[in-house]
Each structure stands twice: as C-alpha cells, then as structure tokens.
RNA sequence: GGGGGGAUUCCCGAGUGGCCAAAGGGGUCAGACUGUAAAUCUGAUGGCAACGCCUUCACAGGUUCGAAUCCUGUUCCCCCCA
C-alpha cells in the first residue's frame, strides 16, 4: 500500500515529464525522504555557455521550483569545468571551447536569471571545477576508461555527426563523464535535465554505480519549441528570453505560431488541462493572448502582464503609439536646409547603415509624425520642439532638437 | 606516413576566367492582408550624401587586359588507406 503522502509528491514529480528512471526507485527514495526527515538531493547541471536563459530553460526551472516548494534540497551546479569541453548533446557541430573569463562572466547572468524562478537562497549552488579542477592526470584516466568508445558512439548524436562527415573532438567524449561524475560528487538522489540530456543522466547513474553510491533517478523534460516550431534556440532567433521586460515577452508570444500553443500552456502555465483545452477550443486570438498573459505573469507578475496586454492592444490592434516611446537627438549636425531623412534614421540608431535606412524607407516603411516618407534624400529640417520617427510597426523615436 | 576532398556574404549552400555584390533556402527587415509582432503573399537584404564609386568568396603572394574561379606558399577542416 502506498502512503498517499508519497503518491501526491510522486505526481509533483511526474507531471509533464518525459523519462522517468526509474519510478520505483524515485517512490521509495520520497517515502525514504519523508520518514528520516532528509530532502533528496535534486541535481540540475546548468551550462554557461550562452549569457541568456530563456522559456526553454525554465521548464526545468519551474520543475525545481515546485520541488523546491516541496521541501527538497536543490543542488545547482553551474558548469565552469564542463562549458570549457562543450555540451554535444542536440549538436550536430563541434561547439566552440570557452575560455575561462567567458564562462565566468556568463556564470554571474546566469544564476541571477535562475534566480527569478529559483529561490536561490535555498539553492545549493556549485561549481564543477570544485572538483575538476584539482584532478590530476591519472585521475582524468581512471575517469575515462569507466565507459568504452562503444558506448560513447552509441549516442545518436556522435552517429548522426559520423555520417555527416563532421568533426568530433576527443574531448566530447569526456563531457557526459564529467557531467556524470557531477553526480557522484554531490551525491545527487535525482537529476533533472531535457530529453536531450538523457545520455548525460544514465552516465551519472552509472557512475554512481560504478563507486557504490545509490544511483539517481533520471527526469527528463520535453524540449520546448520555439515560437516558430522549431527547436528553441537563441540562434534561430525564434525564443523568449527569461528576464524580458513584460511587454517584449507579451509580444513575442503573441507571435508565436498558433500550433505551438499547446505545449507553451502545458509546460509554462499553471492552468490545469480542462482549462487549457477550452482556451484552445476557442478563438486562437485570444487563446494566445490568454498564453502570452499567462507566461508573462509566472515570470513577473499579474499587473505587468495586464499592462503589457493593453499597452499590446493599443499599439496594434489600435495602432495608438506606444505609451514609452524613446526620446532621443541627432548627433550629427542640423544643417540650415535641414539634414536627408535617411541619415537622420541612421543617426538616431532606427537603421543600421544608410543602405538599411534607404531600403526601409524606399518600401515605404518609415514615417515622419505619421506620415509615410519614400524619398530617402529629403531634407528634414531641425524640429521646434520634438519629431515623431516611426519604422515598421513598432519602432519609434521622439527626435528632440538637442 | 600515403592518397583524396574542402574553406563562399548573418547561417546553410550554388558558382571552376569576364554576363558576379555573387543562384537557391533559412534568418532578418519592410509592405499588403488580418486574428497579431501569427499564417499567407510581395519586395529588400556588403558599404558609401549613391544611376556612380569602394570593399568582400580562409590567409599571403603570383599569372592575366580581367580572378570567388588558374598557379605557388600558409593555416584550418573532412574522408579513405597504413
């Protein structure tokens, strides 16, 4: 008979994973848990590889977070050590080694992004390099040869790099080690990480194995899409960064791809699944204001976000101005005829280049005070008081006289 | 150690003497449309006070009236054999 207390924490960790190896073990490590009044020790290695978080990361986070509420101790480990090798998890290229002053200038962003979901105060947070660092040569050896290049290629990533014809450094071999070898340093009762992390995962438990530790229980989450459906990812250009001011995150969920909705509900809202299947049955339009309202608020808070919906209406379902438009002045000279429109974009930053401002301006895509503007030569004299540019949808400046 | 293939613009990738600022796709930007910063469609996408000029096809030289393309050297990468 199991104790509901043990059922109900069981379904906390189950919710909206993907792997879970293996439940039985996880049971009996809670209702372990609950009797001696021990926290189990929950393992999340972060890679500071790239400055910014954003909603794929915090998937796991928010996993934490409610795990944390439980009474578990979260054990955070930044990896100094590992980010200098390269995660080859869902790569299909070499990653580029960081040297150490990168990855210490990311660590500091990234724990104070953990931070907005984390309670980091009851964090335990660690670095990999406690440990890799003063390892010596033979140790690194010993660490090696615990897995066999079989087992290594095994992993879909390296064949699929194989096949390509593209490079895979010695050193990718080591990460899943080291990464492993994380677990056996902290001890780790469970290890959370994405479906891609899964390899990573079962090599902690291994290793545990390997040193008579009891081996962790590995929970795997979905990877999130990104806006586009792709997979999310600051290159592609297609994510939501975590400590995005509430109107930008409104906004880049309301473009997000009515398809990818669903899985944004599921995994970063705390609505329950009846509800989300009604706001799904009903108009799309709302659906995802519904969404982009929703995330903004796990992320801020309810006010921000109703501020942000309205400020999101007015500006393009409306198409009023925005309530903060930047004001700024033209750091080159206002001649006495006045200087041509596109140097005058190019100078308040609204285009990069004067090729770029000639361009937008040439498609009929910039404004003086509302009015569209095509000739990207016209002399735009200094202004009285203040001159309203506008490109696109959404950018704009207040141009001041200085 | 030997043999073969490769490096092109933000990314992927075509281009093997002039028609090349360089196809196509992605991304991005702009326009139309509306449900919106969606989808779809259209256009643009090296720089420059600009029907012209300047710079770019790994790096450095060379051949040629003319080089992303040919030659020499250098760096880096991939594959096969040992």
Redesign the pocket.
């Known amino acids: 008979m199991i104790n509901p207390d043990v059922q109900r924490q069981l379904e906390v960790f189950r919710k909206n994973s993907v792997d879970l190896i293996e439940e039985g073990s996880l049971a009996r490590h809670i209702a372990k848990s609950l009797e001696s009044g021990k926290p189990m020790r929950v393992k999340f290695g972060m890679d500071p590889s790239s400055p910014d978080l954003h909603l794929g990361h915090a998937i796991p986070l928010l996993k934490l977070r409610s795990l944390q509420e439980l009474g578990h101790q979260i054990v955070l480990i930044v990896g100094d050590a590992t980010a200098m090798v390269g995660d080859p998890s869902g790569r299909n290229k ?1 990653r580029p080694q960081l040297t150490r002053e990168q990855v210490e200038e990311n660590l500091i962003t990234y724990t104070e992004q953990a931070g907005e979901v984390l309670d980091l105060g009851a964090t335990e947070v660690r670095r990999n390099s406690e440990w890799f660092d003063g390892m010596n040569f033979e140790e690194l050896l010993r660490l090696a040869s615990r897995m066999t290049v079989a087992q290594m290629i095994e992993r879909d990533t390296f064949q699929t790099r ?1 096949e390509a ?5 010695i050193h990718e071999f080591l990460y899943p080690l080291m990464q492993g070898w994380d677990s056996v340093e902290v001890k780790a009762d469970l290890e959370i990480g994405g479906t891609d992390q899964l390899f990573n995962l079962l090599v902690g438990r291994r290793l545990q194995e390997q040193t008579k530790q009891a081996p962790q229980t590995c929970l795997t989450l979905p990877l999130i899409n990104g ?2 459906g792709r997979k999310m990812s600051k290159s ?3 994510s939501v960064g975590l400590t995005e001011a509430p ?2 995150m ?3 969920v ?5 398809g990818v909705m669903e899985s944004f509900y599921r995994m970063l809202t705390p609505l329950d699944d009846a509800e989300i299947v009604a706001l799904l049955a009903g ?3 709302e ?2 204001a519904r969404l982009a309202e929703e995330i903004t608020k796990v992320f801020h808070d309810g006010e921000s976000a109703s501020g942000a919906r309205d400020a ?2 007015r ?3 409306e198409k009023k101005l925005p309530e903060d438009i930047a004001e700024c002045v033209y750091d ?1 000279d206002w ?1 006495e005829e006045g ?2 429109f ?2 005058l974009l ?1 100078g308040v930053g609204l285009a ?9 301006i040439e ?4 404004r003086i005070d509302g009015e569209v503007i095509r000739e ?2 016209s ?1 735009v004299r200094r202004p009285e008081s203040k001159l309203l540019l506008q ?5 704009f400046a207040w141009v001041l006289p200085r």
């Open positions: 070499l194989m014809n593209e490079p895979i450094g806006l586009d592609y250009g297609n109107n930008d409104f906004g880049k309301m473009s997000m791809e009515d108009h799309p339009r659906a995802k999101f209406d500006q393009f379902r080159g001649a200087v041509p596109f140097a190019r990069k280049t004067g090729s770029d401002a000639r361009r937008i498609q009929g895509g910039a990207p030569t002399l490109v696109g949808k959404r950018r």
